[in-house]
């Protein structure tokens, strides 16, 4: 089966009822839609509630868009000196070659970006722009691969991007932010791998997942083949409500991430991403099941609980950053540079 990509495949494949097709059209027309066969798969379609169907299946909740949501929630645009380069923070960039994915998640803060209909491929001369950015800004240690999901780039065209990073010797780290181990697993093979180790650089692949479900016998495959490859992995999740929004759930994904030998890194608060609503809970929720998640596992399986401000003004962590409530679902939260911004949850 190849990936699912229009509704009418999802209805096929048994995924979406015959009633829903409509809806479900609706929100295809806005938001780009893509199942791979390994997350059809873990999806149990008699389940209204099923963890892994809501994070990857249209639902009609999308077309509701609330003032607050944004199309460039966390200000990537705002920070973009070059196409394809995001510079936020001084000693790092993000470096967004590709913008299509395996799968596309309903909640993704960049689905305004991704998709047949979003920002596209880099081109060969935007990519020389980008690589040459890099180069020319000796504070940058760290290079991020994103996007889209770079993983889904051909191993002749990664192992070209990290040879190109490979002489620009201020960058030390690359990391690249991918589903693939999860969505698409078949691809992790000793190509892609040898791929990945070109720059000669240290490298390390943050793995997002969201549910214990996700970490299938075939991802933890995929993920130790990279870890005996010579990458280094860390993890990324989103607190999301009907997916994760528990402690023992967010306990058992964080249990798994360390049992295999992937560090727990970020579980992120949702962006206010336009028709995201339904995931999103208020900042004092997150809190009360985070310290819940806290109280259950060790310090080596606990994530850093982090908002991105809106409008590209960075990360802070919940627990412990200045963030006071000033009316219900609005607060105020300092950055990293004692600066404040307003920030609303809820209309």
């Known amino acids: 089966m190849t990936a699912l990509i229009t509704p009418r495949h999802l209805l096929e494949a048994g995924l979406i009822a015959a009633d829903q ?90 689905r305004e970006m991704v998709g047949p209909q979003g920002d596209g491929t880099l081109s060969g001369a935007a990519l020389a722009a980008a690589i040459a950015y890099i180069a020319e800004h000796k504070e940058i240690w760290e290079v991020i691969l994103t996007g889209g999901d770079p993983l889904v780039l051909s191993p002749r065209r990664l192992k070209e991007i990290m040879e190109r990073l490979a002489p620009i010797d201020h960058v030390k780290v690359v990391r690249l932010h991918s589903r693939v181990p999860v969505t698409d697993p078949a691809r992790v093979g000793s190509e892609l791998i040898d791929a990945l180790k070109s720059s000669g650089k240290t490298v390390y692949v943050a793995l997002h997942a969201n549910h214990p479900r996700e970490l299938t016998d075939e991802a933890r495959a995929a993920s130790a083949a990279l870890i005996d490859g010579g990458i280094m992995m860390v993890s990324q999740s989103v607190l999301l409500r009907g997916v994760n929004d528990d402690p023992a759930v967010l306990a058992s994904l964080m249990r798994l991430f360390v049992e295999n030998r992937i560090k727990p890194y970020y579980l992120h608060h949702p962006d206010l991403a336009p028709g995201t609503s339904h995931f999103r809970m208020s900042i004092e929720e997150g809190r009360a099941i985070v310290a819940g998640l806290r109280a259950r596992i060790s310090g080596l399986a606990m994530p850093s609980y982090i908002l991105d401000i809106p409008g590209g003004h960075g990360k802070v962590q919940l627990p412990e950053s200045p963030v006071r409530e000033v009316g219900e679902g609005c607060y105020t939260i300092e950055d990293r540079l004692g600066d404040v911004h307003s920030y609303a949850d809820r209309n």
């Open 21 to 110: 097709l409509d809806g479900t059209e609706a929100v295809a027309a806005r938001f780009a839609v893509s199942v791979t066969e390994a997350v059809a798969r873990l999806i149990d379609p008699a389940d209204s509630a099923d963890p892994i169907a809501r994070q990857y299946i249209p639902d009609t909740a999308e077309l509701v868009l609330l003032p607050q949501e944004s199309a460039d929630p966390i200000g990537d645009h705002a920070h973009s000196p070059v196409e394809g380069i995001v510079h936020r923070y001084p000693d790092r960039v993000l470096l967004k070659a590709v913008h299509v994915c395996p799968v596309y998640c309903r909640f993704c803060f960049r």
